[in-house]
């Protein structure tokens, strides 16, 4: 018979005694959640004709909708952009000219369903691919490619001679117009979820307590992804977090599944070694059959990216193979060719730029236009940074009276009311202005467009985790500076540089240049 020990509030405070805790280490242990009637199938198959319960988390089901619908009229659209675009556009389509119903359905009803039809099949609409990450794009793109195969096959099978200009317009204009769809659709979303909190999923964590508190604090890191942790079940060790202030309710004892119904979520999440005895994860999912209740799990695998992470399946026994960072290869010599183009061409189209900042530079404060300051790149290497100078001439003798008056932590010394910072400078880098010489930097070899921040040479010692980040050259910008910049701590843009050195791609790095430009459009975080 279950014991239910009741709930282990935010502060802990409610007593147990020796008794309640005997039965409750018991349980705890065992890890025995028992099902709430109707009893659970205990792995005995259902009827493959038998309904299952509809989801508890139905946020996707219009968004799906809707995208459905914004996929049907893109195509659509593209189709009437390419026949107003080409007069041959009906080439093929015999007395499309008399009798345009034919050709009008094949363009505004077949190609838009069959757009729609191949878009499901590649699971562009599935809920786990919807609103985070690069995939839901890249079946969009796989969709495309499949798209068009499937028109050049038919057209060569029925010998259609269609017109190649209107075909190819067509199913451009359409790949590009979802795909635009699909960011404004993901935009208003994130919209959502950040402002009011909806169209997410509600989960509660199962597993001791410092591991449930290490997920909770990765999941609501980023509010777009949508995963808001309502409450946690804790396993083991519920005597060592009384008294401590968790951030949600903290409950020991319970049946999970009728916890979750209690607590309105529609996720367990079973964390770290919760379910470290065989058996029990199976058993769990099990009993969610047919309760609309998902099931995730969350390993002590941190910031390890989805590509590099592959399940292979052992007798039964799923192991996560985690694959080396790529650090080398034809993508890095692809990223060292884009960085040397990109910024030879940069430093040719902002001549008139660089003179402008220069004079303005020169009449704000007498003194070198540039400045120059050794940092660390690649291996350890020192090189010195090439900056538009933005601080009074005697900014170094300053900065000792200022230490005290430090607003980050870590190595980096920064204030948002800089008194060394001239008016212009002050302009230069809340528009990001002065980083634009690095462009230089680039140019030779000693930095990259995308990459960890270069820090001065005299800042610290680069031990630990911290010097892995030599791994790969220094950015002018990088994934610290699209998160927050000046306004994260120095521990999370340590874990940010760290990240993309163990999961850079040359695809992740268009993605960060991407997102730097709304960045230093808004300025945010930029002092």
Known sequence: MREDMGEVTTSLQRPVTNEGRSKLVRHVDSFEIQPPAPPSHNGVPRSAWARARRRVSRWHRPYIALLLLLDFAAAAVASLIAIQAFDQSRA???NAEQDPTWFHTVAFLLLPLGWVVILWGNRAYDRRYLGLGPD???RVIRAGVAVAATVSFLAFATKTDLSRYTVGTALLAALMLILLNRILCRFVLHVVRRNIGQAGHRMVLVGTLPECLEVYTAVTRNPAA??????????????????MQTPVPVYAGRDVLALVREVGGDTIAVCGSASAEPGELRRLAWQLEGSGVDLVV?????DIAGPRVHIRPIEGLPLLHVEEPTLSGPALLAKNLMDRVAAGLGLLLLIPVFAAIAIAIRISDPGPVFFRQPRVGHEGRTFRVWKFRTMYVDAEERLASLVDQNETDGMLFKMKQDPRVFPVGRFLRATS????????NVLWGEMSLVGPRPLPADDGDFLGDVRRRLLVRPGMTGLWQVSGRSDLSWDEAVRL????VDNWSLAYDLSILWRTVGVVLARKGAY
């Open 92 to 94: 093929g389509f015999y």
């Open 136 to 138: 839901e794009f890249k």
């Open 226 to 243: 949508g995963l808001m942790p309502v409450a946690i079940h804790v396993t083991d060790g519920y005597a060592a977090a009384r008294g």
């Open 298 to 302: 969350a390993p002590q695998l941190t």
């Open 433 to 440: 202005l002065d980083e634009l010489p690095q462009l230089i």
């Open 497 to 500: 540089d760290l990240y993309y």
